[in-house]
């Protein structure tokens, strides 16, 4: 950052807030749908943006969708995840475990 500013990593702290807006935006997306069945075709819908970010290596991207579909409030939706094909919840299951830390982030170094 700039002599004096109080933001050292100006770049990076941007990067974090967009990481957040849009997996917030993602969440509220989900969650502003009033029956189970609105709130699965935006489900299958983030899940098929987020299949082909990471196809195309935006993992940065998808980890942003993978991010929101594993936040408490869209994981607690037993009904609408009942309507998601076995597969689509595979796709989110593989790279939620791409992300995963353990061993210094083996599995997303791997992928790269």
Request: glycine share 2%; proline share 5%; aromatic share 10%.
């Amino acid at each position: 950052g700039q002599p004096g500013s109080n933001n050292p990593v100006p770049n990076l702290t941007a990067m974090t807030s967009w990481f957040n807006q849009v997996t917030y935006w993602a969440v509220l997306t989900v969650l502003s749908e009033p029956t189970s069945a609105a709130r699965a075709l935006v489900v299958k819908q983030l899940i098929h943006i987020a299949f082909h970010c990471f196809a195309r290596r935006n993992y940065y991207g998808a980890f942003e969708l993978a991010i929101a579909l594993d936040n408490s409030a869209v994981r607690r939706l037993h009904q609408t995840w009942q309507l998601i094909p076995p597969l689509m919840k595979d796709i989110v299951a593989r790279m939620l475990q791409v992300l995963q830390s353990r061993k210094n982030f083996r599995t997303y170094r791997e992928s790269v």
